[in-house]
């Protein structure tokens, strides 16, 4: 029996967007009205994949799958485990990245949701492989505003969020079909249709003592 490993597509809701977020948003809804309405549900401006460690966890959390956080130094921080990958220009990223899950989703954990699915552990391995070897490249600023043109107009070599999730998506069997061209909407869309609707990363914040 193949070994399998649960991994999340996370995607995140636009509050306060700026700069790519926010013409992502506007252009993807524009887009979206006029295309596929059923995509307009999905309000998303970025996705990533988060990966779990090597436990199989996400995060900490209780018997209802709501995240506990741990108080330190009068702060409060998620315990989230795991890493991220896409591609991005947030924070000090230029594209395509591997970072820790608490650095991309802690701050704010309540603007993602996630979709969850299950792959086969040794497929992941040597896709993981490959996906190693294209951090560093850059992101596609021009490509996003190519989602639904009949030719695609990004460059071969640079990459933007949902579409190198979708590259992902293809090497694991997730998505049978390769989607050079997808918007985090239509990303949400299409992985709902076949994993369920998006839940929150987090419903609510529990504070437990260290």
Same mark, same amino acid.
């Given at each position: ?10 995607? /995140? ?9 926010? $013409? ?10 006029? %295309?596929? @309405?059923?995509?307009?549900? %999905?309000?998303?401006? /970025? ?9 199989? +966890? ?11 956080? +741990? ?5 409060? $921080? &998620? ?20 970072? &820790? ?31 190693? =070897?294209?951090?560093? $490249? ?11 043109? &009949? ?7 640079? @990459? ?18 390769? +989607? ?7 990303? $949400?869309?299409?992985?709902? =249709? =076949? %994993?369920?609707?998006?839940? &929150? ?10």
């Amino acid at each position: 029996m193949e070994a399998k490993t649960k991994i999340r597509f996370v995607f /995140h809701k636009p509050k306060g967007e700026r700069g790519v977020g926010k $013409a992502i948003v506007g252009w993807t809804w524009l887009l979206g009205l006029f %295309y596929n @309405w059923k995509v307009l549900k %999905y309000n998303y401006s /970025h996705e990533e994949v988060w990966l779990p460690d090597e436990q199989g +966890r996400f995060c900490k959390c209780n018997n209802e799958g709501i995240c506990w956080t +741990r108080k330190k130094d009068r702060t409060t $921080a &998620p315990m989230i485990f795991g890493r991220c990958f896409s591609s991005t220009t947030r924070g000090d990223a230029e594209g395509v990245r591997f970072a &820790p899950a608490v650095n991309v989703l802690g701050n704010h954990l309540r603007r993602w949701d996630y979709i969850e699915c299950e792959v086969d552990s040794e497929r992941l391995e040597v896709v993981l492989e490959e996906a190693n =070897k294209l951090v560093g $490249a850059k992101y596609d600023f021009r490509g996003i505003f190519g989602f639904v043109l &009949p030719l695609p107009i990004q460059n071969d070599k640079k @990459w933007y969020c949902s579409e190198i999730c979708g590259w992902l998506k293809f090497l694991l069997r997730v998505d049978n079909k390769r +989607r050079k061209r997808v918007s985090p909407r239509r990303a $949400a869309y299409l992985l709902s =249709k =076949k %994993y369920g609707q998006p839940k &929150p990363c987090l419903g609510s914040l529990i504070t437990v003592k260290p």
